[in-house]
């Protein structure tokens, strides 16, 4: 469909989301956030297990914080509510409106910005101590602006911590693994939505309103981190949470890359 703007048509997808509580779009707890504020706090950033909090400064008071493509209501007020002075920036206006609800809820001071996440240029450089990233990265077309962004608004010796999917699941029939529960090597990567699926297949698999997926590559992931000026320091991985692959191979990876300090 050349006429699709994929932003556009992503941005709709998530609000749709939302609409139809999607796990990703139901807020946290009052009880949650109660327990951050006493410093018994945790977020993922993959999967669905906390991510160590070793990644993160040892303590959040004061911390300026880039919750990137991270609406929904979920790691932002967590964040929020150990200390950290958050903005979250994300294409979905009820996404974001997710966080403002508990904000509100909880009286959490926390600030939301509508966009694309290839366009951070709402914000000055060098804006934030710690750009958190979840997975959220396979709805973007390209990822070299946004590593070259996260950079630019990152103070030195700020941290970028990002979860995204392993590009080797999109290697598989998505009929054969959904229906039959079978792993059938059908598409070569890097992989799109657009350009892998006919039309009428990406309405059947994903509906009219579907989001967009792409699977990018490690090269896009982790070598466009290092090519935007990071530095790797952390690296993990963790099973799908559903599905037929996660017996064969990890279905997420996460990275801790640094800014250097001048």
Same mark, same amino acid.
């Given at each position: 469909? $050349?006429?699709?703007?994929?932003?556009?048509?992503?941005?709709? #997808?998530?609000?749709?989301?939302?609409?139809?509580?999607?796990?990703?779009? =139901?807020?946290?707890? !009052?009880?949650?956030?109660?327990?951050?504020?006493?410093?018994?706090?945790?977020?993922?950033?993959?999967?669905?297990? %906390?991510?160590?909090?070793?990644? @993160?400064?040892?303590?959040?008071?004061?911390?300026?914080?880039?919750?990137?493509?991270?609406?929904?209501?979920?790691?932002?007020?967590?964040? #929020?509510?150990?200390?950290?002075? =958050?903005?979250? @920036?994300?294409?979905?206006?009820?996404?974001? #409106?997710?966080?403002?609800?508990?904000?509100?809820?909880?009286?959490?001071?926390?600030?939301?910005?509508?966009?694309?996440?290839?366009?951070? !240029?709402?914000?000055?450089?060098?804006?934030?101590?710690?750009?958190?990233?979840?997975?959220?990265?396979?709805?973007?077309?390209?990822?070299?602006?946004?590593?070259?962004?996260?950079?630019?608004?990152?103070? $030195?010796?700020?941290?970028?911590?990002?979860?995204?999917?392993?590009?080797?699941?999109?290697?598989?029939?998505?009929?054969?693994?959904?229906?039959?529960?079978?792993?059938?090597?059908?598409?070569?990567?890097?992989?799109?939505?657009?350009?892998?699926?006919?039309?009428?297949?990406?309405?059947?698999?994903?509906?009219?309103?579907?989001?967009?997926?792409? !699977? &990018?590559?490690?090269?896009?992931?982790?070598?466009?981190?290092?090519?935007?000026?990071?530095?790797?320091?952390?690296? =993990?991985?963790?099973?799908? &949470?559903?599905?037929?692959?996660?017996?064969?191979? %990890?279905?997420? @990876?996460?990275?801790?890359?640094?800014?250097?300090?001048?």
């Amino acid at each position: 469909m $050349p006429d699709l703007d994929p932003v556009r048509h992503n941005r709709d #997808a998530w609000d749709r989301l939302v609409e139809r509580g999607d796990q990703w779009t =139901v807020p946290v707890s !009052s009880e949650v956030i109660a327990r951050a504020r006493a410093g018994d706090w945790s977020v993922v950033l993959i999967g669905h297990e %906390p991510q160590p909090r070793h990644w @993160f400064p040892e303590s959040l008071v004061g911390v300026d914080i880039l919750a990137l493509a991270s609406g929904g209501g979920q790691q932002a007020p967590v964040l #929020a509510a150990a200390g950290a002075r =958050v903005t979250v @920036f994300d294409n979905s206006p009820r996404q974001l #409106a997710r966080d403002r609800e508990v904000a509100e809820r909880d009286g959490l001071d926390l600030a939301t910005v509508l966009g694309d996440m290839r366009d951070l !240029s709402a914000f000055a450089d060098g804006s934030f101590d710690l750009v958190f990233h979840p997975v959220s990265n396979l709805f973007c077309p390209d990822l070299e602006p946004v590593w070259r962004e996260c950079f630019r608004v990152l103070r $030195p010796g700020g941290s970028l911590l990002a979860g995204f999917l392993n590009p080797d699941l999109y290697v598989f029939d998505r009929d054969s693994e959904d229906n039959r529960g079978e792993l059938v090597v059908r598409h070569a990567l890097p992989y799109s939505d657009l350009t892998h699926l006919s039309d009428e297949e990406r309405v059947r698999l994903n509906g009219p309103h579907g989001a967009l997926e792409y !699977s &990018h590559t490690m090269t896009d992931q982790i070598g466009g981190q290092m090519a935007a000026g990071f530095h790797l320091v952390g690296f =993990v991985e963790a099973p799908h &949470h559903s599905g037929v692959t996660r017996q064969y191979m %990890p279905g997420y @990876f996460a990275t801790r890359a640094v800014k250097p300090r001048a």
